[in-house]
């Protein structure tokens, strides 16, 4: 009885099968990722081949064939990422800490959080001349230092194999560097210098020519916070951002504007579409003879896709392209192309070119926002629309203000798991943020973006960027004064990955189907919610190295000890865990207990004399060289690195290592 009315109930929804392949071939994918320990490639062939052998034996048989079908499609995302990384496997992986005298080409470059350069180096040689195999990333010394894409430089590095995660639930950058193809990162012991003539001109490719001149000539035109903004917005070039700003974007809800994604993409194309077609209306005998719409559309794609290059081509922006395509192609041919059957063929186009995109913040948040965006369109924002825009001017106004306020609203539900998931914090006032920049962002710096676009190549730009420059500014200052609103970036802990998925898929299943039926995801999503009760703050953390170590205090905040140990780790554990920063106060107080000369029970369960401090009289830290629990050195560089939970009776202890398991990217 139950199975005929879930045969009736899917049949029911027929039209709406065609999403769930996509998100079969996407668990496939996130199941590689989440097993503790590679998985045999040839279990996973044999797998395929049962499939295919099932298929032939039950082929007469309609409803196994389905369910084999279904099945075949995770076995297909799941062996597609395996084979990917296999391959990436066979390159040869940096394995212990070297020093190197490293000559090599330039070929991609970014900066750190320090603003300093970091090279992706190629065509390595040794001092000896001997080849080097692979690419490196290496950062180098000064800000001062700065070189260009095609460029042969020679140096001196530490380089090592990529940094595991720092934390049981931590970013894993090792993972991150595999799959970007970076087989070691290190920093530059030397100055770096540049071999022979200026080649850069040569060896760089056309596209990067032309993102390194839009680049230039914003910042020669710009002052430098809106010239940051600039070129993120136009070429995809973010280093020009200052911390600060970036902070401010965050907190205010607005880093989206950052990162060039469906809004930039669509306004633009947009934007395009309306200049195309008001400029044939405007000249009758040739609005008489061509298809204005059709003509329009040809050109907003191609504008599109220029954008798509000259910006960088990150993830949000491919998805962007791939549904702005699909809906100018629909208009080409009279189609109506916004619905989920759009966003299913951009999730799948972008997994089958970069399926590690999947665990990617970029890729779960902007697919998030779009599917629940689609969703809410197809319920009941139609209607709602068009009854505003049925008045005049201000029921028009109205109808964009309430667009503004219910998309964002709706976006940022979809986006908040992740946003808690990756980046352990919540932007309380991303309505007011959204309604106060939206109306400048959509009517002034994105046709800004469009006029500068057209006019560069004719070197008429200049007003057009003074322009842009000036709705920046204006959104700059917006941003900072919602970030300064009190706890406008909320610091939150993550929830547990099962919690992640649970509310993932529960809202797959809310906004895929379209009867009442699913409802149901409310279920998992109210589950996967309440699994942040789970999450708690370990009473100490410990770095692979030893030296580093943190310990909770009493109001359940992370304390970083004085020690050696890399500052960024450090900062990771007190984002993670919701901590703040110890004030001039608490820094001075904590100094003085860990020399011995004070105790603060009410603050910090720890006692200490000669470097060693006895914490909660459970865990022994010894200055800059471990820990010991039970009187027993704890031996963290095997384990990189631990998260110690002490109960009244016990010790529990979660270690990086069993965490991510032994997978290919961190042997």
Request: glycine fraction near 8%; hydrophobic fraction near 50%; charge should be positive.
């Amino acid at each position: 009885m139950i199975g005929e009315e879930l045969k009736e109930r899917l049949y029911q929804e027929r039209e709406r099968w065609f999403p769930w392949l996509a998100v079969l071939f996407a668990s496939g994918i996130g199941l590689y990722f989440v097993l503790p320990q590679e998985p045999l490639l040839w279990l996973t062939l044999g797998v395929w081949e049962a499939l295919v052998f099932a298929a032939i034996i039950l082929r007469h048989h309609r409803s196994a064939l389905i369910s084999i079908s279904l099945i075949s499609l995770i076995a297909f995302g799941f062996g597609y990422m395996q084979l990917k990384a296999v391959y990436l496997s066979k390159q040869a992986q940096v394995k212990t800490e070297q020093d190197l005298y490293i000559s090599g080409t330039v070929k991609e470059l970014d900066y750190n959080s320090k603003g300093k350069q970091r090279l992706v180096l190629t065509q390595m040689k040794d001092f000896d001349g001997n080849e080097i195999k692979g690419r490196y990333k290496i950062t180098l010394q000064s800000k001062k230092e700065s070189f260009n894409i095609g460029d042969d430089v020679e140096l001196a590095a530490r380089v090592d194999a990529p940094s595991p995660a720092v934390m049981v639930g931590g970013y894993q950058f090792d993972r991150k560097t595999f799959f970007d193809g970076i087989n070691g990162t290190g920093f530059a012991l030397s100055r770096t210098f540049k071999l022979g003539e200026d080649k850069s001109g040569e060896n760089k490719p056309l596209i990067e020519k032309i993102r390194s001149k839009i680049v230039n000539r914003i910042e020669n035109v710009l002052p430098a916070d809106e010239a940051g903004i600039a070129t993120a917005l136009i070429a995809g070039e973010r280093f020009g951002i200052s911390d600060k700003i970036t902070e401010d974007y965050q907190n205010s809800g607005l880093a989206h504007f950052l990162s060039i994604s469906g809004l930039h993409m669509s306004m633009l194309a947009g934007f395009m579409f309306l200049l195309v077609r008001s400029i044939i209306a405007a000249i009758p005998p040739l609005a008489l003879r061509v298809d204005s719409k059709k003509i329009s559309a040809i050109i907003a794609v191609i504008l599109s896709a220029i954008y798509l290059a000259i910006s960088g081509g990150a993830i949000p922006t491919q998805r962007a392209f791939i549904m702005t395509f699909i809906v100018l192609l629909g208009i080409m041919f009279s189609r109506q192309a916004i619905s989920m059957r759009t966003i299913s063929w951009a999730a799948i186009i972008v997994l089958l070119i970069t399926p590690q995109a999947l665990i990617g913040a970029s890729f779960q948040m902007s697919f998030a926002a779009v599917v629940a965006l689609i969703a809410f369109y197809e319920s009941s924002w139609k209607g709602l629309i068009h009854r505003e825009q049925k008045g005049g001017f201000f029921a028009l106004c109205k109808a964009y203000i309430i667009g503004i306020l219910v998309s964002d609203f709706i976006a940022s539900v979809a986006t908040l798991p992740f946003s808690i998931y990756h980046f352990n914090k919540i932007a309380i006032y991303t309505t007011i943020g959204n309604l106060l920049a939206g109306p400048i962002i959509g009517l002034w710096i994105m046709p800004a973006i469009l006029v500068v676009m057209l006019l560069m190549p004719l070197g008429l730009d200049y007003y057009a960027l003074i322009v842009l420059g000036k709705g920046i500014g204006l959104v700059n200052d917006i941003t900072a004064k919602v970030a300064s609103l009190p706890h406008a970036g909320l610091p939150v802990l993550s929830m547990p990955l099962w919690g992640l998925v649970a509310i993932v898929y529960g809202g797959l299943w809310l906004c895929i189907w379209q009867k009442k039926w699913r409802h149901f995801g409310w279920i998992t999503i109210i589950i996967g919610a309440m699994s942040m009760a789970s999450t708690k703050v370990p009473d100490v953390l410990i770095d692979a190295s030893g030296k580093a170590v943190a310990v909770k205090d009493e109001q359940g905040d992370m304390v970083v000890l004085p020690s050696r140990g890399k500052y960024f780790v450090k900062q990771i554990w007190l984002d993670k865990t919701s901590s703040s920063e110890l004030s001039k106060q608490q820094k001075k107080e904590l100094t003085k207990i860990t020399k011995g000369k004070a105790e603060n029970k009410n603050w910090l369960d720890m006692t200490c004399a000669d470097n060693q401090c006895l914490y909660k009289n459970k865990v022994m830290i010894i200055k800059n060289k471990g820990i010991e629990i039970d009187g027993k050195p704890f031996d963290s560089q095997q384990s990189l690195g631990a998260s110690i939970y002490i109960n009244a009776d016990k010790i529990k202890i979660d270690t990086v290592r069993a965490y991510i398991g032994h997978r290919l990217w961190n042997e």
